[in-house]
């Protein structure tokens, strides 16, 4: 706890970066506390009007409360980011230690999947899996998941690879542990610290790419009020309504800078010698 | 160094070959009967059978795919029988857009993100360093489509100084769209730039360089700057595929008829041979952006003339300084 309460208060990043998600989990939590509206309630003789004292965001073409659509959107992006980054963990990590352990055929079917994987754009790539698969969060969930563990897998396999000849396994092999106890016990620890940074970035870019591919009518389907989607139905309005625009892309900014900010300040604490390490996090799936 | 540049050219024929593969078992994996899907229900009877042979779906999938490759050979990518016309011309006539729109945004990719990175790494301790890398975090969580729709609001509508939609207007019709696509990308250069300058100016030639009166400026640009860019480079090999195809969005915003709007309306309409052909062009461009790369780090550093042509390295042109 002291710890927490240290690094908080020296490290500006991971401070700025906990209190966005905490202020993201606050909203998905309280949504029906905060939002003043039903996110889902359309008006049509109150489309379009910009905000005001009892409509703070304005609202949208059907007249529904912008602020309330985003508030309850956040449910929305977090369940999309931790879910997909649950499961990206599990297969990646799963794949990544049976290619770096073992080695040999295993290693190179999975790393050739894996390369021709990250052979097609992954925006492009996500686009035609959604088309066979239709539109809905399941789908979504999995799609991306199936872009992002290649990725991981190699970034798990790498660490297997440089961690399964060092003395203390040798020790724990020669000491009788079976190879499962070997890999859950002394090679997965060792390997997690440089994946924690990596994976907190990760949610980000996941968040950015459910907006995405939400926008572009291939993610979560309207009228659920995902951010994609609100600035897919705002798009066709901006000359008229620019609120529409500009609320739900903060709400996205802010979050995916929060995220990047906390990820920072974590590859700089576990690794402060080498702070300047190169994040290799591409924000988006897309240039 | 040219047999090396012929063997690198070798890759593409097995790149070619699973991509071309994959793309032709879109036809057969597809849900649902793909004609219907192309040309809805109540198709007449003698245009299915047309469309079906003319997809070749009444022969079997190895025979449809070795009739496609032989006329991969002949520089066919097939017909599109959504836009009646051949693959290669639709690709043709999008393909100078998505050039553009690749040069104005790399452009500015280079122009922004490289000196920013390098005085951050410079003044690291200082307000405008940190000031800066504060920037490049904000920078790489700001996504291309957001920011375009943002500067399609600002430069577009309420200013109005610039276009916002279609390529009308010659070069400024890709000024917002190349910003939005190389404002992010410059925040991640300037990160990539700055790391790999932090580690160069640690060197011991740099101190070197230093003390024997050199003016900073002079050792910055000469001897740092040169071995900074290799992993800057490296890393724009690997983007540049993404440069040319992964403008969805963006295109899709502003408009502008190029590949990324093509594969978004190819998908949609369910036009595979159109897919197909892209998919093969992506690859194509990856390769030779690889390759491009690998030539300019010859350039930029002799030592590696040689590591590159003993084929000290992968695919992707990773691994030529494990450890320097």
Known sequence: MLLVKHILKTNKSVFWGVTVIALLLAASLLAPLISPADPLAQNLRASLNPPDGSRVFGTDSLGRDVFSRIVYGS????????????????????????????GGILDSV?????????????LVLAMIVMVFTGPGVVNLVGVLVIIRWPQFARLIRGQVISTKNMTFVDAARIAGTPPAGIVLKHILPNCFLPVIAYATMSIGAIIVDETA??????????????????LADAKNYISVAPWLVVFPGLAIMITVFGFNLLGDGVGYLLNPKQNNRIEVIHGDIEG | MSKFVFRRLGLLIPIFLGISLVASLLFYIVPGDIVRVMLGQHVDPLTYANVRRALGLDISFWQNFLGFMHSIIRGDLGYSYIQQRPVTQIILEAL???????????????IVGIPAGIIAAVRDRQFSGRLINFTAVAGISL?????????????????????VSGPGRGLLSYILPGLAIGLPLAAFYAKVARAS?????????IVFALSRGLPFSRVIINHGLRNALVPVLTQMGMDFGMFMTGAVLTETIFNLPGMGRLVYSSINVRDFPVLRGILLLFALVVVLA???????????????????????????GQTYFKDK
Do not use: H
């Open chain 2, 96 to 110: 100078p857009v998505t050039v553009k729109l690749t040069v104005v945004s790399l452009c500015i990719t280079v």
């Open chain 2, 143 to 163: 996504p291309s489509f957001l920011l375009a729709l943002f500067l399609q609001l600002i430069f577009g509508i309420s200013l109005g100084w610039l276009p």
């Open chain 1, 213 to 230: 591919l939400s926008f572009l009518g291939l993610g979560i389907q309207p009228p659920d009020p995902s951010w994609g989607v609100m």
């Open chain 1, 110 to 122: 999975i790393m050739r999947v894996s390369d021709v994987l990250m052979s097609f754009p992954p």
């Open chain 2, 197 to 205: 300058m932090q580690e160069v100016l640690t060197r011991e030639y």
């Open chain 1, 75 to 102: 449910r929305i992006s977090l369940i999309v980011g931790v879910s997909v980054l649950t499961l990206t963990m599990l297969v990646g990590t799963i794949l990544g230690t049976a290619a770096g352990y073992f």
């Open chain 2, 290 to 316: 690889n390759l491009l790369v690998d030539l300019i780090y010859t350039k930029l550093d002799p030592r590696m003339a040689a590591a590159i042509v003993r084929e000290e390295t992968d695919v992707a």
